[in-house]
């Protein structure tokens, strides 16, 4: 196992902070500005889960309550180590969790899973962020943390597994609410083909989302089939070429990035890049609420997704969707008491310059 990199010093402040955290159950090292909601500790019964949404990459810092939740109750954190490179905490998660991640800003960004520490407490994930011409960068991302246990019946599903090339799904690392084993085997054109047994349904519902853990770029090409899903995933390098590489997938259906018993939450697949405005399809969108979301195209690869009835604040993810080479992040997350909330999503080419392209893309809160 790798040695992780020393966490630095945190001001006096966060110090005393986190220890008054630690002994009363406290959920804030920042006081909260006046549009903040209450804390709420993220997941619940049958799940273990967290997320942090990085908005300052230049300093260590606790998150405000907007921009952190977790299951266990525990004070998230962020330690910056070096220019790009960043130990997210979220103390009392499951071992056992799936990691995604996403970049977020109007600059280009790449950041990926560098490393996850779990023997450590708390347990940390490593974060390394990248410009298109693949140098170290500080940048805005989103991070969550997605764990399950039992077997749940029902049109509620999660999934979720980690693949180490080139010996297919880490068994420590996945897990299917349906139960059964999840099989990855590698196509000619470097794909990954995985299945997942009794999740899927004769239209493809649900969402997937994927993150690389090592330095290339991921992305989903589809998922269908039933009983059985068939998920199809393809990793690039910074160039574009295609390889094998070490990655997270995340399956949801009828639930968020944060399993069974998480808080307000919607996916949707955004799969006509060129539309000037549309709602997604059903099969391939969903909220805790029961309102379909709608996409706007605002400019060449600049797309507003509105989510009716979703708080401000939250975690939102982005995967890039089909067989084209489009790089998609966040661009931004309404924040303040302006409702409904909208994200903002950013699409590039591997040069970096804006492109059309499709999406997946998950909220929670």
């Not at 280009?108 to 899973?113: A, D, G, I, V």
């Not at 979720?160 to 059964?180: I, K, L, R, W």
């Not at 968020?256 to 799969?271: I, K, N, Q, T, V």
Request: proline share 8%; net charge positive; charged share 20%.
């Amino acid at each position: 196992m790798r040695t992780p990199a020393r966490r630095r010093r945190l001001p006096l402040v966060a110090v005393i902070l986190a220890l008054v955290a630690s002994t009363v159950g406290a959920t804030q090292a920042h006081a909260a500005e006046p549009t903040d909601p209450p804390a709420r500790p993220a997941g619940g019964a049958g799940s273990t889960s967290g997320w942090v949404v990085v908005r300052y990459p230049e300093q260590d810092h606790t998150p405000f309550p907007r921009d952190r939740g977790n299951s266990t109750g525990g004070l998230n954190w962020v330690d910056r180590s070096s220019k790009g490179v960043y130990w997210v905490a979220l103390p009392g998660l499951s071992a056992t969790s799936i990691v995604q991640i996403t970049p977020m800003g109007s600059q280009p960004r790449r950041c990926t899973l560098g490393w996850r520490d779990w023997e450590a407490v708390p347990a940390r994930v490593l974060v390394r962020c990248y410009t298109f011409a693949d140098k170290k960068a500080d940048s805005r991302f989103v991070v969550t943390f997605t764990g399950g246990s039992g077997e749940h019946a029902g049109p509620r599903r999660l999934a979720y597994y980690y693949v180490a090339d080139p010996d297919g799904p880490n068994p420590e690392f996945q897990y299917s609410s349906a139960g059964g084993t999840i099989t990855v085997r590698e196509l000619a054109n470097t794909r990954d083909h995985g299945v997942i047994p009794g999740v899927g349904t004769p239209k493809g519902a649900g969402t997937v989302q994927v993150t690389s853990h090592l330095g290339a770029t991921c992305r989903v090409v589809s998922w269908s089939g039933a009983p059985d899903l068939v998920v199809r995933v393809q990793c690039r390098t910074a160039t574009g070429t295609p390889i094998r590489d070490f990655h997270h997938v995340l399956f949801m259906r009828n639930v968020g990035p944060e399993g069974f018993g998480g808080g307000p939450s919607a996916y949707l697949l955004a799969d006509r890049p060129t539309a000037r405005s549309y709602k997604p399809a059903k099969a391939t969108a969903w909220a805790t609420n029961g309102k379909r979301a709608t996409i706007k195209r605002l400019s060449k690869g600049v797309y507003r997704v509105t989510l009716p009835g979703m708080p401000t604040g939250g975690a939102a993810l982005v995967t890039p969707y089909g067989s084209g080479k489009q790089e998609c992040q966040v661009g931004s997350i309404r924040i303040g008491n302006k409702k409904p909330q909208q994200v903002v999503v950013r699409c590039f080419t591997v040069a970096g310059k804006p492109t059309d392209g499709a999406f997946t893309l998950a909220y929670t809160k």
